[in-house]
């Protein structure tokens, strides 16, 4: 079984990659908000603009909480002690919604949005599941920096260090990207485009599967 990576020691700098933690949730969330607002698949998910910060807010903090059961998602801290970035995966064979909690989901998306909104926004999240590759791998759910440690790298740096653990643990590792501007950063990275797909309003959806490398 994989080891997680270790918490932070007193000695480490406030820069360092860490694994992320429960407590981390509330921050985890607000990063993915500003991130994916503007988002070509996200975005539209949460179209009103005075309720999307609260519809936002709660579908990324049930996903978070999804995530945080296992100790794979990372995340880098800057020198003010807030997360910098956070890189959510899932480890091989892991749906990303727990089917215990699929319920509760769907509660949740009714108590926040109108129908024809809930439906476009479960049959987003079905067309991701259909198209995740049957292999064993480790999924990057998300990967987002928060607004103000962006033009850094701190994205990527939490991607390599987790390819760096998956390659030596021999497991492949598969993402999806939603907006194609940062395709070329995944194929810099060691990723290979995969198969492509479109959402229900034809916003194409690029996938991609990077195999474990020899360390």
Request: proline content about 11%.
């Amino acid at each position: 079984m994989m080891q997680p990576f270790p918490l932070p020691s007193p000695g480490e700098t406030p820069s360092g990659v860490r694994i992320a933690v429960p407590e981390d949730r509330d921050e985890i969330t607000r990063i993915l908000i500003d991130a994916f607002a503007d988002d070509p698949v996200w975005g539209p998910a949460f179209p009103d603009p005075e309720l999307r910060e609260a519809q936002a807010s709660a579908y990324w903090d049930f996903m978070v909480g999804q995530a945080l059961k296992y100790p794979e998602s990372l995340v880098t801290m800057g020198p003010a002690g807030l997360l910098d970035a956070v890189a959510i995966w899932l480890p091989p064979g892991v749906p990303e919604v727990d089917p215990a909690d699929a319920p509760a989901l769907e509660a949740l998306g009714r108590s926040l949005m109108a129908a024809p909104q809930l439906l476009a926004l479960e049959e987003t999240g079905q067309r991701f599941a259909e198209a995740r590759p049957a292999a064993p791998h480790a999924y990057l759910s998300l990967l987002a920096t928060a607004p103000e440690a962006r033009g850094r790298g701190e994205g990527m740096r939490l991607l390599a260090a987790a390819l760096t653990r998956y390659d030596t643990a021999g497991i492949d590792t598969y993402l999806e990207s939603s907006n194609p501007a940062n395709n070329d950063r995944y194929r810099a990275q060691g990723y290979a485009e995969h198969r492509s797909f479109r959402l229900a309003d034809g916003t194409p959806v690029q996938t991609f599967w990077r195999a474990a490398r020899e360390r």
